[in-house]
């Protein structure tokens, strides 16, 4: 008799529980009932489709615009909930793009619902970037210039631009200054190897630095004779930006008009021709060039 009696109380018990949990999901709000509009953009957030994943829900009173949904984690935290690695990346890495920290974090380039852009972001390409990049900027003791600006402006830019910022910098994190995507020198004065200028060889030919003579590997030569091999070879070769605007300039092959050598602005005169040109600053006379 009691054995009846506790089966029949452990049935009531699982009723109530199925019963409970049912009610749940029927009382669960379908949030994309009224709010489908934040996934209808091309690139959907894979969460986006359950909504408690990142916003927590009370049964109640539906907010209003003055009390939102809570989210539930802090940004960044939540973001790195699915996206580990770029945390593990920023940890781990010495340089940090500073959106990544000020005011809405990830927030600042990427779309928490849907956008017609891929992995999420706000603009596309290089406006994204231009939108805090339009101004000069103090970061880490330094002024990062105004890029915008720059390629605005310069009649002359760097083709690599075309394809992107991110064709040269990282936009989360990097080993390397200015967020740079593969390794290239810091310093005016360098050590120089392929390796040491790995950014630029990903579209450039190695052989403008190694090989003392070429009729392929640069415009900057006199007949066969390298000059970029003449001006950076050895173990005290120049950086390129010594030379080079690596954004935008006014004059050809972005050879800047003034550049500082130490804390000494130079003024480099660089004539562009049919056939080569010529070079005129503090560190020699007016040379010409023949190719």
């Known amino acids: 008799m009691n054995s009846f009696f506790y089966i029949i109380i452990s049935i009531i018990l699982l009723n109530i529980s199925f019963v409970n949990e049912t009610a749940k999901l029927i009382n669960k709000p379908n949030c994309l009932e009224c709010h489908n509009e934040i996934i209808l953009q091309k690139t959907v957030h894979p969460v986006a489709q359950d909504c408690e994943t990142c916003h927590q829900y009370n049964e109640g009173e539906h907010p209003s615009k003055f009390n939102k949904f809570t ?9 790195y909930n699915c996206h580990d690695a770029i945390q593990t990346s920023i940890i781990n890495f010495k340089v940090i793009h500073g959106a990544t920290k000020i005011n809405k974090s990830c927030l600042n380039c990427h779309s928490p619902h849907s956008s017609d852009n891929a992995k999420l972001l706000k603009n596309e390409g290089n406006e994204l970037c231009f939108s805090c990049h339009n101004k000069v900027i103090e970061a880490n003791g330094h002024k990062i210039p105004n890029i915008k600006q720059k390629v605005t402006i310069s009649k ?5 631009i075309e394809d992107g910022c991110i064709t040269c910098h990282k936009p989360h994190s990097s080993d390397r200054k200015n967020l740079l995507a593969a390794q290239f020198p ?8 392929p390796d040491s200028f790995a950014l630029c060889f ?34 005290k070769g120049r950086s390129c ?33 049919a056939t080569g040109g010529s070079c005129k600053n503090a560190c020699h006379s007016e040379k010409a060039y023949e190719k």
């Open 241 to 273: 930006t010594l030379c080079h605007d690596i954004h935008g300039s006014d004059n050809e092959h972005l050879i800047k008009s003034k550049t500082l050598f130490g804390k000494f602005e130079m003024t480099l005169i660089y004539r562009s021709t």
């Open 202 to 235: 990903n579209c450039h030919d190695a052989a403008l630095i190694t090989s003392s003579t070429t009729t392929t590997a640069t415009g900057f030569r006199n007949k066969n004779k390298n000059l970029h091999f003449l001006h950076i070879n050895g173990n």
């Open 71 to 79: 989210l539930t984690e802090k940004i960044p935290e939540l973001c």
């Open 186 to 193: 810091s310093d005016e004065y360098t050590v120089v190897s």
């Open 156 to 160: 002359v830019i760097h083709a690599a």
